[in-house]
């Protein structure tokens, strides 16, 4: 028996430990989602999928609630898949291992899924539970939200009947969102020329690790990518360093904890090279103190087949990591302690022709996206490299009279007496897109509290769960009737 069938709410923690069980990392959903449907015929419960896989559950009202405005529950069907770098799992075949930590649920060795498996598990129970009081009633589970919201680009009008949608994909109980971030991606390809391996160069691998990751970029983490570019863009050309390869990140969406580079390093410059390695630690130890506690940087010989870029390729490719932006570019002026424009560099991949560099621009406001795009155009443009933004999608626009959001706030007054926070969230959350199919719905953000989320030290907290179910049945009992 699960650790967490000991837990309530029931049947929510029981359906939760079930989708861990199920491998669902992004485009890798199926087998969750025929789970889903099955459970659903099983119940006698509607259920279809449309063109791109969207799962649309309904159930009819509780008897006496059939004139109540019919909502919808949204949650999304897949998780980000991280795990620490001595974790062995595969996420398409493994499936998550939950376990109780004191107030927590945390995940042995990676993400634990969350991130949006309790707002689904979340939904379902309400399905579930007879006792649950409703209106007319629907549950969009939607396809690879983590990863490009495929499932709101291809949601369709007049397929939902709701009124009124309750995204269940926050991470902060206590908080309402009411608006949130637009994205688009940035992609970089720059050329590299290799050239032929001097004789009497030693090669190694370095290796910048031990970073905390995830999606939080407004705590200043450290950023594998810029931080392994920063030392070989301050040192490679001095010390007569060779680049044959340099990596990091998996995801453009959480801030990358690993970085990887292979030198090749002249025999009289080794004995530098180690010493350089150890100050640049020490000095990022000192700057990332307070956030980054775990940070190393470690070199060891290696044997690698591939070859080194030439001088001008190599300085190029630094010069490009070195000055991209990265982090929280702008704070709001309208939304006090929420950050207005970002971007990570999420991704640096390589073969033995170009060099990739993806990044994810996120902003409140179009003019913030456009504004980095154009930096990232120029710089591209200043190292001969092809660019092309990628994938964008809209904000989410705070509407302060929305009448669901106050019945929000004043439900969650009544429950817990006390106000909650009404927050506009510096996320990507599929709200904005579902406007444009949908755009007199009236739609409202919750959820638990998820710390550390797209990592491996992502964890809910167990007690603001049970919260934030009474925060969601009650609301449902509340629905007013249709005008």
């Not at 449907?37 to 509780?62: C, H, M, P, Q, S």
């Not at 398409?92 to 949006?116: E, S």
Request: proline share 6%.
């Amino acid at each position: 028996m699960s650790e967490l069938s000991q837990l309530a709410p029931q049947p929510l923690w029981d359906i939760f430990a079930t989708i861990c069980s199920i491998p669902h990392p992004s485009y890798h959903e199926e087998a969750l989602a025929q789970h889903i449907l099955a459970w659903a015929k099983g119940r006698n419960i509607y259920a279809e999928r449309d063109a791109v896989g969207n799962i649309l559950l309904r159930k009819t009202a509780t008897p006496g609630l059939e004139n109540r405005k019919p909502v919808v529950l949204r949650a999304h069907l897949d998780m980000v898949p991280q795990k620490n770098n001595d974790t062995v799992h595969d996420f398409t075949t493994d499936p998550i291992q939950p376990y109780v930590d004191g107030d927590w649920i945390k995940a042995r060795g990676t993400t634990l899924g969350a991130d949006n498996g309790i707002g689904m598990a979340s939904a379902l129970a309400v399905l579930a539970d007879d006792r649950v009081k409703h209106g007319p009633l629907e549950v969009l589970l939607t396809m690879t939200e983590e990863s490009g919201m495929d499932g709101a680009f291809g949601l369709q009008p007049n397929w939902l009947q709701g009124e009124i949608l309750i995204n269940t994909d926050s991470e902060e109980e206590g908080e309402v969102y009411m608006g949130c971030a637009g994205r688009i991606d940035f992609i970089t390809r720059l050329p590299l020329t290799r050239e032929a391996l001097p004789a009497g160069l030693s090669t190694f691998k370095l290796t910048l690790k031990g970073l905390k990751g995830g999606c939080d970029i407004h705590l200043g983490l450290g950023n594998a990518n810029k931080l392994l570019a920063r030392f070989l863009f301050q040192n490679a050309a001095k010390t007569d360093i060779r680049v044959l390869d340099l990596n990091g990140g998996t995801l453009r969406n959480a801030i990358p904890r690993e970085a990887f580079a292979t030198l090749a390093v002249p025999a009289g410059n080794i004995a530098t090279l180690k010493t350089l390695a150890e100050q640049y630690l020490a000095t990022l130890k000192h700057e990332l103190a307070a956030v980054e506690k775990n940070l190393t940087l470690v070199l060891e010989e290696t044997t690698s087949d591939a070859l080194p870029f030439t001088a001008e390729s190599r300085d190029f490719l630094l010069a490009l990591l070195n000055s991209t932006p990265n982090g929280v570019i702008r704070m709001s002026d309208e939304v006090k302690g929420v950050v207005e424009t970002s971007l990570n560099l999420g991704v640096v991949t390589m073969n033995t022709e170009q060099a990739e560099i993806v990044c994810l621009i996120r902003s409140l406001i179009d003019s913030g996206k456009d504004a980095v795009v154009g930096t990232l155009t120029e710089l591209g443009q200043l190292a001969s490299a092809h660019t092309a933004p990628k994938g964008g999608y809209p904000g989410w626009k705070p509407d302060a009279h929305s009448p669901v959001m106050q019945l929000v706030r004043e439900t969650y007054q009544k429950l817990f007496d006390t106000t909650p926070n009404i927050m506009v969230i510096h996320a990507g959350l599929e709200c904005g897109l579902f406007k444009k199919p949908y755009p007199n719905m009236d739609m409202v953000s919750i959820g638990p509290t998820i710390t550390g989320p797209h990592s491996p030290d992502e964890q809910v907290h167990i007690a603001s769960v049970g919260r934030y179910w009474q925060l969601l049945t009650a609301l449902l009992a509340a629905i007013p009737e249709k005008a």
